[in-house]
């Protein structure tokens, strides 16, 4: 008990620490806090309004939800693995403890902060919506207790039986393509709904038929039913996982670090080095194309947003010319969208870290730092333009409207220049740490989650409106506009690196600061 609340108090203190002393990082830490009490809130009314529906409904809806909470708990650890510093068994290897009391230390630090909590008051919710009278209340308090010591020790098993490979370049990009699969499975039942393949209730009656029988679905069978009798699993179930963790977290804390080994270096000839000059652009274009190639955070933006496109294309037609090019001119500058939403477009800095002081002494001119972003953008155009043009074909495509190809991909084109201005403002107006040893899906140290959120949804919402002039007239008709989008975004891109290479002269103290925090 010592152990479960020095834990609990170390994990409250390194929250608090990250509060200290930064403006950005308090107010990432409210909207965190914010996000949570909404996902808690959504959760509980969502959960407790399954007691509108019929019984049987209910039960089933029951199953599958408490059975996907779970396994969001195994999934979304592995994304935010090397932010969340009690994760990873290696950072604590030192501690004067025994196994079974960092396992405990560790199980009391997973079930301290926001998201539990918002987790627990989720999972209440199904006491009120499956529960029928007092006996199925009691048992379902226990039952949510249970389930929610079952995400915790899921959770814990996966991420310390992996965290070896996860900390190695080849497990990150192992895990970039995963996630794929994940997008995929997620997209699943809207493409059977808009498919229409087969009845939705029957499929969901299928699925709580075989998770029924899982931990997770005899917890939310003994809260409808009133029985405890199905909760013994459940306990033996976690007394189980609980002790393959230990044994997982004894091997993790003597099993040698995998991303500490050697990495072969390749050489880069090839038709840019045909193509450009020698000079500071080139120089940065190669460093960023380099970036691109050897870090999966940098890749796996480009394969979701072709995936999520695809299926959305995929799932919202059934491959006749009924959908009209709207929707292929929708679903390409979604697409744009969300290539230039990507951190190494709003926080190009980022990823230099504390190498970025190089640059910073010889930045002698506005001029210089305009190269510098102008080489950034550059090397991302060379991927995201092709990028966006398969985005536009498959959409044409999959829905059948093949006319709305040329003017999706030129909008698309033009609100790419868009998100490079705003990203390159964003930038140098809220920059933050990309620590190095990190998964492909997380972007910034701990604390300033909230900051990088910010800055993404800010480059997002000024691409939203800076492209109006360009999207509203190709969405109401006048293709020839599509013409336009082009000049106009390139247009916003070099006025985005200007007013940002003015900016940056003068904050560069802070800016080096900024992604130089201790991860």
Request: aromatic residues 8%.
């Amino acid at each position: 008990m010592n152990t479960f609340r020095l834990f609990a108090g170390l994990k409250l203190r390194l929250i608090a620490g990250n509060l200290r002393g930064a403006v950005e990082r308090k107010v990432g830490f409210v909207f965190t806090l914010i996000a949570a009490a909404f996902v808690a809130g959504i959760g509980f009314l969502s959960m407790s309004a399954i007691r509108f529906a019929e019984p049987d409904l209910a039960a089933d809806l029951g199953v599958v939800v408490f059975s996907a909470l779970v396994v969001g708990w195994a999934v979304i650890p592995l994304l935010s693995f090397g932010v969340d510093d009690t994760l990873d068994p290696s950072r604590l290897s030192l501690f004067p403890l025994r196994t079974r009391e960092m396992a405990i230390g560790l199980f009391a630090a997973s079930a301290t902060g926001a998201w539990p909590l918002a987790t627990l008051i989720a999972l209440l919710g199904g006491v009120v919506g499956l529960s029928r009278g007092l006996a199925g209340a009691l048992v379902g308090i226990a039952a949510v207790l249970l389930v929610f010591a079952l995400c915790l020790v899921v959770s814990r098993l996966i991420t310390t039986a992996l965290s070896s490979a996860l900390r190695s370049r080849r497990g990150r990009d192992a895990l970039a393509v995963a996630a794929i699969g994940i997008v995929l499975l997620f997209q699943l039942p809207n493409v059977i709904v808009n498919r229409g393949v087969g009845d939705p209730t029957a499929l969901l009656h299928g699925a709580a038929g075989v998770l029924r029988w899982t931990p997770p679905g005899l917890a939310a069978t003994s809260i409808s039913t009133g029985n405890p009798l199905w909760l013994v699993p459940v306990a033996a179930a976690i007394v189980l996982i609980g002790w393959l963790w230990i044994k997982a977290l004894a091997r993790a804390l003597v099993t040698p670090d995998s991303s500490s080994q050697a990495a072969s270096v390749r050489g880069s000839t090839g038709l840019l080095d045909r193509l450009m000059p020698d000079g500071p652009l080139s120089a940065v274009v190669y460093k960023e194309l380099r970036y691109i190639r050897r870090d999966p955070r940098f890749r796996v933006g480009w394969l979701v947003s072709l995936v999520v496109v695809g299926v959305l294309a995929f799932s919202q037609s059934g491959g006749d010319s009924t959908a009209g090019p709207g929707l292929v001119i929708w679903l390409t500058c979604l697409g744009a969208v969300m290539i230039g939403a990507q951190q190494q477009f709003g926080n190009m800095f980022g990823a230099d870290g504390r190498a970025l002081w190089m640059n910073a002494v010889v930045y002698a001119t506005d001029r210089d730092l305009r190269t510098d972003l102008r080489g950034r953008h550059l090397a991302a155009t060379t991927i995201a333009v092709p990028l966006i043009a398969v985005l536009a074909v498959a959409a044409g495509m999959f829905t059948g409207a093949t006319s709305g190809i040329l003017p999706a991909m030129l909008l698309g084109w033009g609100l790419l220049g868009v998100a490079f201005g705003s990203g390159a403002l964003t930038s140098v107006l809220v920059p933050y740490t990309i620590p190095d040893r990190l998964n492909a899906f997380t972007g910034a140290a701990p604390g300033q989650g909230g900051q990088a959120f910010l800055g993404s949804m800010g480059a997002m919402m000024a691409t939203g409106v800076v492209g109006l002039p360009i999207i509203v007239p190709v969405v109401l008709g006048i293709g020839w506009m599509g013409v336009v989008a082009l000049p106009y975004g390139v247009a916003i891109a070099l006025l985005g690196e200007h007013l940002a290479a003015k900016i940056a002269r003068m904050r560069m103290p802070e800016i080096l600061d900024a992604v130089t925090k201790a991860a």
